[in-house]
Nanobody, 122 residues
Framework: QVQFVESGGGLVQPGGDLRLSCDYS????????MGWYRQAPGEGRELVAR???????NYRDSVKGRFTVSRDNAKRTVYLQMNSLKPEDAAVYYC????????????????WGQGTQVTLSS
């Protein structure tokens, strides 16, 4: 059973903003460390940002200052606010429970959801 449901992707112009949401209400864990990941065509999946149950955040260098990860524990939802989007941000974005991923190797707890597509218009 898929534990995480992503939404909020879409088509946006470079410089535009999007907010992604991740519903983790099906997870049995109360305050999981959650990560946002992305996969562009022909590329591997990479960790973009992470937030612990206590709200400590980490960001990939390429998104620092532009992306913000947050969570609403009552709603069991994690968000990724993406501002000043660039063409290289185009990808399918996924969330999952992170188990100590590094910036070069992903380690997650559960199976992947469908993801949400972020497309940058030319």
């Amino acid at each position: 059973q898929v534990q995480f449901v992503e939404s909020g992707g879409g088509l946006v112009q470079p410089g535009g903003d999007l907010r992604l949401s991740c519903d983790y209400s099906r997870s049995k864990f109360s305050l999981p460390t959650m990560g946002w990941y992305r996969q562009a065509p022909g590329e591997g999946r990479e960790l973009v940002a992470r937030i612990t149950g206590g709200g400590v955040t980490n960001y990939r260098d390429s998104v620092k200052g532009r992306f913000t990860v947050s969570r609403d524990n009552a709603k069991r939802t994690v968000y990724l606010q993406m501002n000043s989007l660039k063409p290289e941000d185009a990808a399918v974005y996924y969330c999952n429970m992170d188990r100590g991923s590094t910036w070069s190797q992903i380690v997650v707890f559960d199976s992947w959801g469908q993801g949400t597509q972020v497309t940058l218009s030319s």
